[in-house]
T-cell receptor, first 112, second 112 residues
Framework: KAGVTQTPRYLIKTRGQQVTLSCSPI?????VSWYQQTPGQGLQFLFE???????NKGNFPGRFSGRQFSNSRSEMNVSTLELGDSALYLC???????????FGQGTRLTVV | GESVGLHLPTLSVQEGDNSIINCAYS??????FIWYKQESGKGPQFIID?????DKRQGQRVTVLLNKTVKHLSLQIAATQPGDSAVYFC???????????FGQGTELSVKP
């Protein structure tokens, strides 16, 4: 069974640009969550999607958004990038909420 | 604010010894907990989970203990191996769907 796939693995963007990250969950999983990982803040929850609906949102500005498609694949978008957005962005999928969440390898975003 | 804290940021053990990683959680309403292992350059890897109606759960070489009275979680690794060297995170979920609140992490170093 294939794991959670995130693309791209690495990304370098310039301040002010926008970026879209992609996540393909484990087949059959309907819940997809996104997290930001930085050395200073650790792992922080961004948002969760379930059956194409956002069910939970963390404490991030509106520049961070996401969506989920009917096949459960999810994308997150960050607009007007800031230097502080440099981080590892992780996607996790689970069959339902409240069940084991499995993470992808992450997308390393560097904003210069 | 929300927090799941780890008592020890670093832990060094001898190969073959048992390891114990501790975690304190702040929300008494939390009812689902997960331990993750993260190796350098990789996403967090699911190790074991436990629900609040249990005090103990065992996996392969790992045991998670939950003490709801003092809001404490621990991960025990038996016969620690060099391959166990990684950062370990505990995470809690409290009635917020797929939102996990992560601790700061403990770095486990296994000496041969």
């Amino acid at each position: 069974k294939a794991g959670v796939t995130q693309t791209p693995r690495y990304l370098i963007k310039t301040r002010g640009q926008q970026v879209t990250l992609s996540c393909s969950p484990i087949s059959g999983h309907r819940s997809v969550s996104w997290y930001q990982q930085t050395p200073g803040q650790g792992l922080q929850f961004l948002f969760e999607y379930f059956s194409e609906t956002q069910r939970n949102k963390g404490n991030f500005p509106g520049r961070f958004s996401g969506r989920q498609f009917s096949n459960s694949r999810s994308e997150m978008n960050v607009s007007t990038l800031e230097l502080g957005d440099s981080a590892l962005y992780l996607c996790a999928s689970s069959l339902w909420s409240y069940t084991e969440a499995f993470f992808g390898q992450g997308t390393r975003l560097t904003v210069v | 604010g929300e927090s799941v804290g780890l008592h020890l940021p670093t832990l060094s053990v001898q190969e073959g010894d048992n390891s114990i990683i501790n975690c304190a959680y702040s929300n008494s309403a939390s009812d689902y907990f997960i331990w993750y292992k993260q190796e350098s350059g990789k996403g967090p890897q699911f190790i074991i989970d436990i629900r609040s109606n249990m005090d103990k759960r065992q996996g392969q070489r790992v045991t998670v203990l939950l003490n709801k009275t003092v809001k404490h979680l621990s991960l025990q690794i038996a016969a620690t191996q060099p391959g166990d060297s990684a950062v370990y995170f505990c995470a809690e979920n409290y009635n917020q769907g797929g939102k996990l609140i992560f601790g700061q992490g403990t770095e486990l170093s296994v000496k041969p």
